[in-house]
């Protein structure tokens, strides 16, 4: 058997091992059921506590955004600009553009002289050059997300503070803006500007939650919206928010710690042989020479490579929690 027909084996393979995963990961009937009868029920009860948990469940269900939008409303170079807006950094799309093609010869330029093997050279540069900075990106944005929600119930709070002493919406956004450092302050500053040029709170603040993308700021859009609508006390309502905020990120913070040895554990099984094959290839490249020239070589690491990444894969969903 030839080298392309082990790989179109193994690609078939895996292939198969996919759908099936896909099949059989799919919600059960039961889970399907119920959810269909709540959104009858959300959809015909006149309930305002009902009303507001339906909202909610959609802000969750929406916190992670679509890598791209539909075909013809939006393309992947827009979605990337909101990535890196999100980071805060002030980044474009020249600049990732740049970081990618640099990082992408430099690893390159170092395999070749190292093994001399240009196919190679060039997959692992084009993998460095797309992956880098992209890992890069996700990391300033759930950093940046980690610093607005741990200051966000504060900045509720003194919203609420602000209502109850009798100042205005509008009024104690703008207090939040300069009181509150960092990426709420930032964001709240942005929306008081766009209420001081003629748009309106709930357009201002849509647009900020679209920009972020948080859940936890999605809610205090709702709650604003849903109060407007049905009337009540907005200061109450802020407060019972704010405190649930609070419990989020408790809660985080627990499941945090109870599954931090077993995320350790699957970084250390993941990575460990990599890590192992890289150090012994650059120490002695003659001595793991055969797995760039032996096809067999070849089959077998990249089927452990497809088998690892099949391990990772599952050990990141067991650890992977969503409140």
């Known amino acids: 058997m030839s080298i392309l027909q082990l790989l179109l084996f193994a690609g078939g393979l895996m292939a198969i091992m996919v759908l099936a995963y896909s099949a059989l990961a799919g919600p059960s009937a039961a889970k399907e059921g119920n959810r269909r009868l709540q959104a009858v029920r959300y959809r015909h009860s006149e309930s305002t506590d009902t009303k507001v948990e339906s909202q909610l469940k959609k802000a969750i269900a929406a916190r992670k955004p679509k890598t791209f939008k539909v075909a013809g409303s939006g393309s992947r170079l827009e979605a990337l600009a909101v990535r890196l807006d999100r980071t805060g950094k002030g ?20 395999m070749y002289l190292k093994s001399g093997a240009a196919l190679l050279s060039l997959g692992v540069g084009l993998f460095a050059g797309a992956g880098v900075p992209h890992l890069v990106v996700n ?54 500007d766009r209420i001081k040029v003629g748009r309106t709170m709930e357009e201002s603040l849509q647009v900020t939650a679209d920009r972020l993308g948080i859940a936890e700021f999605s809610f205090f859009c709702i709650t604003l919206a849903i109060q407007r609508e049905t009337g009540g006390n907005l200061a109450e309502t802020l407060s019972n928010l704010a405190d649930v905020l609070r419990k989020r990120g408790q809660m985080k913070l627990k499941i945090k710690a109870m599954s931090s040895e077993s995320k350790a554990s699957a970084y250390i099984v993941g990575s460990l042989p990599f890590i192992v094959f890289f150090m012994i290839w650059w120490i002695n490249p003659s001595y793991l020479a055969g797995f760039f020239s032996d096809d067999r070589l070849i089959v077998a690491g990249l089927g452990g490579m497809v088998w690892m990444g099949i391990g990772v894969f599952i050990m990141a969903k067991m650890v992977s929690f969503e409140i």
Do not use: C
Not at 98 to 110: K, N, R, T
Not at 150 to 176: C, H, M, N, Q, Y
């Open 139 to 192: 990391f300033f944005i759930k950093r940046r997300t980690n610093q607005f929600n741990a200051k966000f119930p504060d900045a509720i709070e003194l919203l609420v503070r602000g209502l109850r002493s009798g100042l205005p919406v509008t009024e104690t956004l703008a207090v939040v803006a300069t009181e509150i450092e960092g990426p709420v302050g930032i964001e709240f500053k942005g929306i008081v």
């Open 91 to 110: 980044w474009t799309l020249t600049n990732y553009l740049y970081a990618s093609l640099g990082v992408g010869v430099v690893v390159m330029v170092i």
